[in-house]
């Protein structure tokens, strides 16, 4: 249910009280900017890649793609709420950022422009509703680059192209941590796993946001402002709207992330799924050329999201964590033009109608001359009383900065024998936590890579025991506790504030119907389909399946979701990479 709230009718002692409250807590930190009568002190905020001064080269080029409009003292460039996008290149003036009054602070200045710089962020490229204002405060003009200018120029350019992709990145990055991050704010329990999915799916998708606990000074504080009881919680509050038992979905619909159809388009490649073959795929289809739209169910990322480390990926001896990762990924194929919507649910598809179609649980049809299947797997669980009741609330399925301070320096347990289950240990030890990874095998060095193992008997805070299970669950509204039980049947009852599980993972494959699986639901492709799995529209074809290809022509599979899959983060790029090239030739085949 959306409710509006109307932010002028807040008492200003009730507002002073909630940022109080929200500073006494430490969730706030405001954005310490000069104001408007101490412009010339705002050089040394502008730091040089979030805010370069463009040369007049670069200015008379990017002139070449937009139109230039004089503006007056108080025109509104833009307002919180547009959803027409361009880029604004200011030739002479001044242009004021603010964002808008919410329910716990009043207007606030974000940024000044002035002449040679230019206004915008990743929501240029995430198509991200407008969340802040743009007002002439210097009389001069400006220069806007429309979005399909603005495609051709990220195209055509590449060193501009990567100096505003560089800003972008970092404006975003800045804006998460001042005063935009205001316009969006989550608050709920954070033993609630509807406020963990809420805020998984915020940070996935790089938004601005900040998060409230309920039981917190400043939870309490944003919950009386808002008029909200426990009841409403999880809830989102934004400008304009206080969204009541807020989900994902309703989320992403209010900010614009959600699928939004272009007229009768029929576009050249779907992309289901956005973990690394997903996100592969989507980038590579874009940059040569193929209009693609990529959908997954929860967010950017998929498994690799949830792993707290990566340091086998070619390229990054440091390592990185896969959030990153996935999160440089999909800003590179919204880059070259891809189209990102989440959450969207696919539920079925077919090749019935001439153009292949992609169904959405919503009732919305996509029309695509070419599908790829990139769905991954989905977590398994532990048939376990209680099992259920705790995910989000003490048993999680990622571990990631969220979960580690949920966790705090408490005793976790980390079950599972692979590389995520090893990472997620020592990930969670460096943050503090005693960790105690169980595994069934005697031997942990049967699935985990060896420098893994090697750490983790070197960490002091982490404990293995093998030929161990978790066996029971303790605990009443949080889990407390579990009962870890060894192959000989002895028993230890142990605190656990946080169960991470990582034991692998079966394929999510069954929304699809038409497409051939095996026993195990695992999409077979080119040489692992048998002619008596094709149906007769392959005779007129002339040909057999292509590499990564399905058992419907057109329709390809790559990464985890793929039998023969190598399930590993690098092979599932090269087959979503691969995997386009294939349907350079099926689609052009076909026409």
């Known amino acids: 249910m959306t409710d509006i709230s109307d932010v002028s009718q807040v008492p200003e002692d009730s507002r002073r009280a909630l940022a109080a409250g929200s500073a006494a807590a430490g969730l706030i930190t405001p954005l ?6 101490s412009a010339p002190l705002y050089a040394p905020f502008l730091k040089a890649e979030a ?112 100096l505003l992709l560089r800003a972008f990145i970092a404006r975003r990055k800045k804006l998460q941590h001042g005063a935009g991050a205001r316009s969006i704010e989550i608050v709920g329990s954070a033993l609630s796993a509807a406020s963990l999915a809420l805020r998984t799916y915020a940070a996935r998708q790089q938004l601005a946001h900040l998060w409230f606990d309920s039981d917190s000074v400043a ?23 206080v969204l009541r038992n807020a989900t994902p979905g309703e989320l992403a619909e209010h900010v614009g992330l959600s699928y939004r159809r272009t007229g009768d388009e029929v576009v050249d490649l779907t992309v289901i799924g956005a973990g690394p073959a997903g996100l592969a795929a989507a980038m590579y289809g874009a940059s040569e050329g193929l209009s693609t739209v990529l959908l997954d ?56 109608v001439g153009f292949l179609r992609v169904y959405l649980d919503d009732g919305t ?45 408490r005793a976790v347990t ?87 599980c990582f034991i692998g993972a079966t394929p999510e494959t069954s929304w699809l119907s038409g497409v051939v699986t095996d026993d195990n639901g695992f999409v077979l492709t080119d040489v692992s389909l048998e002619p008596s799995d094709l149906p007769e529209c392959w005779a007129s074809l002339g040909r057999s399946p292509l590499p990564f290809e399905t058992s419907i022509p057109a329709v390809f599979a790559a990464g985890d979701v793929r039998l023969g899959s190598m399930k590993r983060v690098a ?16 689609i052009g085949a076909r026409v």
């Not at 310490?32 to 009568?37: H, L, Q, R, V, Y």
């Not at 990139?374 to 571990?399: D, V």
């Open 51 to 162: 805010y370069p001064t463009l040369t007049d080269d670069q200015l008379s080029r990017l002139r070449a793609y937009g139109e230039s409009h004089s503006t007056a003292v108080d025109d509104i460039i833009f307002r919180a709420g547009d959803t027409e996008l361009d880029l604004i290149v200011v030739e002479a003036g001044a242009v004021e950022i603010s964002q808008v009054a919410t329910l716990d602070a009043g207007e606030e200045l974000v940024n000044r422009f002035e002449a040679g710089h230019f206004i915008g962020e990743l929501n240029l490229l995430t198509g991200q509703t407008l969340y802040l204002t743009a007002r002439v405060v210097a009389a001069g003009s400006v220069t806007h680059i429309s979005p399909l200018r603005f495609r051709a120029l990220m195209a055509e350019e590449p060193d501009l192209s990567d």
């Open 297 to 352: 169910e929860i967010g950017t990322g998929g498994q690799a999201a949830a792993s707290s480390r990566i340091e086998n990926y070619l390229g990054f001896p440091s390592g990185l964590s896969g959030a990153e990762l996935t999160s440089r990924a999909a800003v590179q194929s919204e880059k070259f033009g891809a189209r990102l919507f989440t959450p969207c649910k696919v539920v079925d598809l077919d090749d019935r």
């Open 365 to 409: 049809t996509i029309s695509t001359r070419s599908i790829i299947i990139a769905t991954g797997a989905h977590y398994r669980s532990l048939e376990l009383p209680n099992w259920s009741q705790f995910e989000g609330a003490g048993i999680y399925y990622a571990a990631t900065e969220i979960e580690a301070r949920a966790c705090g320096k």
């Open 219 to 241: 939870g309490q504080s944003l919950l009386t402002v808002a008029e909200l009881s426990a009841a409403d919680l999880p809830a989102v509050i934004l400008p304009d709207t």
């Open 32 to 37: 310490s900017m000069p104001d408007a009568a």
């Open 571 to 586: 092979a599932a790029v090269g087959e979503g990479a691969s995997a386009v090239r294939s349907v350079h030739q099926a």
């Open 414 to 500: 980390v079950i599972g024998g692979a590389n995520s289950s090893g990472q997620a240990a020592l990930f969670l030890a460096g943050h503090g936590s005693a960790v105690t990874i169980a595994v069934r095998h005697h031997d942990i060095g049967r699935g985990m890579s060896s420098y893994l193992v090697d750490r983790l008997q070197a960490h002091p805070n982490v404990t293995i025991k093998v030929s161990t299970e978790v066996t029971e669950l303790t605990g009443d509204t949080s889990l407390t506790g579990v009962v870890l039980t060894r192959a000989t049947g002895e028993t230890e009852q142990t605190e656990c504030t946080g169960l991470f």
